[in-house]
């Protein structure tokens, strides 16, 4: 088992950027890949990006790609997703996951047996 909680969400303007910050807790955070997903208003869950187990290898969903970073520090058991020039499609509620199947993560939601509570981003046009 391992408990998910997400942070760093709010209400910016277009062009700004926010940190979103994944703290785990329970078994050892370096066991598992992860993900960050998100849910637009009225929309199904989509990808956003995940990482390897060691942090080496990430994927992008193309609508966010050159903008969010996504990144681990596995000592301190967190995952985090830089967002620059953040647009008002962006908003949506943000979940991170965790994938404990696969060493380099998936960009599908069924592969994550685990998951936060979510953070609101919004960002306004």
């Known amino acids: 088992q391992v408990q998910l909680r997400e942070s760093g969400g709010g209400s910016v303007q277009a062009g700004d950027s926010l940190r979103l910050s994944c703290a785990a807790s329970?078994?050892?955070?370096?066991?598992?890949?992860m993900g960050w997903f998100r849910q637009p208003p009225g929309k199904e869950r989509e990808f956003v990006a995940h990482?390897?187990?060691?942090?080496?290898?990430?994927q992008y969903a193309d609508s966010v790609k050159g903008r969010i970073t996504i990144s681990r520090d596995n000592p301190l058991g967190t995952m985090f997703l830089q967002m620059n020039s953040l647009k008002s499609e962006d908003t949506a509620t943000y979940y991170c996951?965790?994938?404990?199947?696969?060493?380099?993560?998936?960009?599908?939601?069924?592969?994550?047996?685990?998951w936060g509570q979510g953070t609101q981003v919004t960002v306004a046009s």
């Open positions: 990482i390897s187990v060691s942090g080496a290898t990430v």
């Open positions: 996951a965790a994938n404990e199947h696969s060493h380099y993560g998936s960009d599908w939601e069924g592969a994550y047996g685990y």
């Open positions: 329970g078994r050892a955070f370096g066991a598992f890949a």
